[in-house]
Each structure stands twice: as C-alpha cells, then as structure tokens.
C-alpha cells in the first residue's frame, strides 16, 4: 500500500493550483492567442502543448515571487543545439520520403465509386470510429487513415488513389515536408526562442511527414470527390486545421463530431467546422462567447450527443464500481486506486488505451482489470478525474462522480473543461465524501 504521507503530497498537497488556474489566467491565455498570427497547420498544437505549459509555469513563478526565468544558453551549447536542428533536419526529410515510397508500394487504387453528392469521413483512431459510427447510418462513407488505424469496420484507405497521385506524392511530400519544417522552426523561434524551436522540431521529426502525406492525399480526394459534406472527429489539431484548410479551399462543407473535451480557451487557428456539435449545452454558449468572430456554428443537439456516446445497452438495476484512469500523471490515478482497495470497495478498472497495469502493479493485478469498454461505461458507478468519460456515462445508464481531491484536476475541471459543468455529473472533492458517496449509491442501489 501507498504510504499516508504519500497520498497527501500526490493529491492535496497543491494549494497554488486554485491560484494558478483562475478566469483572469484564462485572459492572459486568450490575450496571448489573439497575438499569435502565425496560421499553419500546427498553431493549435503549439499553442497548446508548447504556449500554454509555459504560460503556466511563469505564473507559477511569479506567485513564488521568482520573476527571473531562465533562457539563457552558453555559446557550447547553443552550437550543440543547432547541430541537433541540422540533424532532425535530414531525418525529417528521411520520413518524407520514406513514407510516400511505403504508400506508393503498399496500397492500390480502389475502384469503388463515390456519388459527388455523397459525405465522407477519414477515421483516425478507434475512439473517434466510436464516436462517429453512427454516421454510416446516414451514408457517409468511412476513409481510414491507415497509417495509424486499421479496422474490419473501415474497408476503404485514404491512401488507395492512383497509380499516378501515388507516385507524384514521392516527389511532392518530401518538398511539402522541408516547407512545413521552416514554418514550423521560424514560428516557435519567434514566441519561445531557438532552444525552444528545436525542441519542438524533435517532437514533430516523425509527425510532420505523416500529416503532410495525410494533408497530400486528402486534398486529392477532397478534389476527386467533391462531398458535399465532410465529417471529422478532430477538434484542433494539426489535422483538424488541414481538413479545415482544405475544405475551405474546395468549398466543402465540414461538420465536427469532436472526440474529447472542449478546452475553455481561444485556439489561435480555431476550431474545425462550419458546424461544431458540443458535448453539452454550457460548451455551446461558452464557445459561441469565445469564439464569436468565427463563422463556426456552435450547435448541442442533444440526440446527435446521445448517438454519439451511448452505447445501446439495456438499462440494469445494479451497478458495477470502475474506475477511468487518465493517461497522465499516474501517479494521481495510483492514489485513488489505493484508496478504494483499501476501503474494501469492489470495484473494477478501465485502463487507458495509453496506460499500463505496471504503473498500477503494486496495488491491482489483471483480475481488477476490465477490456471492454461498452461494459465499463453502461450500468456503472463511474469514476473518473477530469474526462470524457464522466460525460459518456450520462447516456449509457451509469452515474458519473468526478473525484476533484486533486487541486489542480479541480482547477482543470472547473475552469478548462467547460462541457464538465453538466450538472449531471457529481463531484466529491475528499476522499471521505468519495467513500460517503459510494456507499450510499450502494445502499440506494442506484437506478
């Protein structure tokens, strides 16, 4: 078991979050969006991976009353770094190539004809499969990305077009690639300096060929086809702003069933959509707030989000106790965990598609462990941090409880998550209120 001490430095032992993580931080994040003018395809991403994190930290900063950050780099190490940008430079420009000459020599054309009226999707990952499945009902035709996701579900790939596209797409991806790789250095050079940039270039030494490939040829399809409409799963990020790039210049409508939560603060490239459909009905009115110059239409139609969560199970009387983990910070995930096995709570645990049981071996084994997500959902006690899941629960017969003991996941839930604010989900902000909570849901044996 985890020692006492140690549950309360991992989970309360955080006062500053409720500072740090305020409406008037939100400001300083939308002030600093406004002022980013750069519109590639990975402002979103780095705004929101790169800005933001650093945003925070020199709050935190300030309020230790440090005000003096450190960016200082010695002459020996800044020749390091820019050998190092040299070198993710040509390994870079390896994928480039590489990956279109993989497509050239794996895929065929598919035959199959589309009538020019018909809509279509390009699925990316099982979790936004699941979230848009409903679509194929409706006629629209799934696409997979099959360079990250394969399904049965899912016959046709983005990448069987001609002979002729294949081939272009070797010369033309790797020139596309050096473009991107400039645009992409000089942008995060310019807000968070060269250390910064190059760092940058080496999380993305993989990424960029792949969304430039998957930019070549869903821009031939776009073209090939002509939908009318254009269906995606991706909110913000860099593919999310290429479909939107893309539709826009070939005059297709686009409609976002977005897979996860709505972040509360101003992307400075937007969000993807002609029309955006909201997790809830208070994401609505706080993205129709936030972003009010966009021509993006804000909808919550709440039989669009039921298709779009629920998984059709029959409603039961007893519930099942899960647990969601989340991907990060398993440490946080370790301490709840702990505690309900110590309270003697019979409960289960879903893992994250990125998470592991090793980080959880020393309190659970396999036998805690349930696969099947449809089973963890429907006809649940849910417990879970900050997360979709809490959301999901709400339309498959289960009762969401939001476990906040965590100050910042409090601040996160409360200020940056604005479709977590249904008031359907119930929060416990102790562990003695989550142990009250659970106990009487058991003895009520909840419907």
Request: charged share 25%; proline share 3%.
């Amino acid at each position: 078991m985890i020692d006492d001490q140690a549950n309360a430095k991992l989970v309360e032992d955080q006062n500053k979050a409720d500072e740090l993580y305020t409406a008037e931080f939100l400001e300083e994040v939308n002030n600093y969006s406004d002022r980013i003018v750069e519109r590639n395809d990975y402002v979103n991403e780095f705004f929101l991976y790169f800005v933001v994190p650093q945003l925070e930290r020199t709050r935190q900063l300030k309020m230790q009353n440090n005000t003096e950050i450190e960016n200082s780099v010695c002459y020996w190490n800044y020749f390091k770094f820019t050998l190092h940008g040299v070198y993710l430079f040509f390994i870079s420009v390896f994928y480039s190539v590489v990956i279109p000459s993989y497509v050239l020599l794996k895929y065929r054309r598919n035959e199959k004809r589309l009538n020019p009226t018909q809509s279509l999707a390009v699925i990316r990952s099982p979790a936004t499969y699941s979230k848009m499945a409903f679509l194929k009902n409706q006629g629209v035709l799934f696409y997979a990305d099959s360079l990250v996701f394969s399904s049965a579900d899912v016959e046709l790939s983005l990448y069987s077009q001609s002979f002729l596209s294949r081939l272009i797409g070797v010369f033309v991806i790797p020139w596309l690639s050096i473009k991107d790789f400039f645009s992409l250095f000089l942008m995060v050079r310019r807000h968070l300096g060269f250390v910064s940039a190059v760092g940058m270039l080496s999380y993305y030494r993989k990424r960029l060929s792949h969304k430039v490939t998957f930019g070549f040829y869903l821009s031939r399809l776009l073209k090939n086809v002509k939908p009318h409409v254009f269906y995606t799963g991706n909110k913000e990020d860099r593919f999310a702003l290429i479909e939107k790039r893309l539709c826009h210049e070939v005059g297709i409508k686009s409609v976002c069933i977005p897979h996860g939560l709505e972040y509360s603060f101003k992307m400075p490239g937007g969000l993807v959509g002609d029309i955006f459909y909201c997790n809830s009905e208070s994401a609505k009115y706080h993205l129709e707030s936030l972003y009010a110059q966009s021509r993006t239409k804000f909808l919550f139609d709440e039989n669009v989000v039921f298709k779009m969560l629920s998984r059709h199970t029959e409603a039961l009387s007893s519930k099942k106790l899960v647990f969601f983990p989340e991907s990060r910070e398993p440490e946080k995930n370790l301490v709840i965990i702990d505690f309900l096995k110590r309270q003697g709570f019979d409960f289960l645990v879903k893992l994250h598609g990125k998470d592991s049981l090793e980080n959880y071996r020393s309190v659970i084994d396999e036998s805690c462990l349930v696969d099947d997500f449809d089973q963890a959902i429907s006809n649940s006690i849910c417990l879970a941090r900050k997360s979709t899941v809490l959301l999901e629960a709400i339309y498959n017969h289960s009762v969401p409880i939001a476990i906040l003991v965590d100050m910042k996941d409090r601040a996160y839930f409360e200020f940056m998550f604005p479709s977590l604010k249904d008031e359907s989900i119930l929060k416990v902000y102790s562990f003695d209120e989550l142990k009250s909570l659970v106990k009487i849901l058991r003895a009520q044996n909840v419907q």
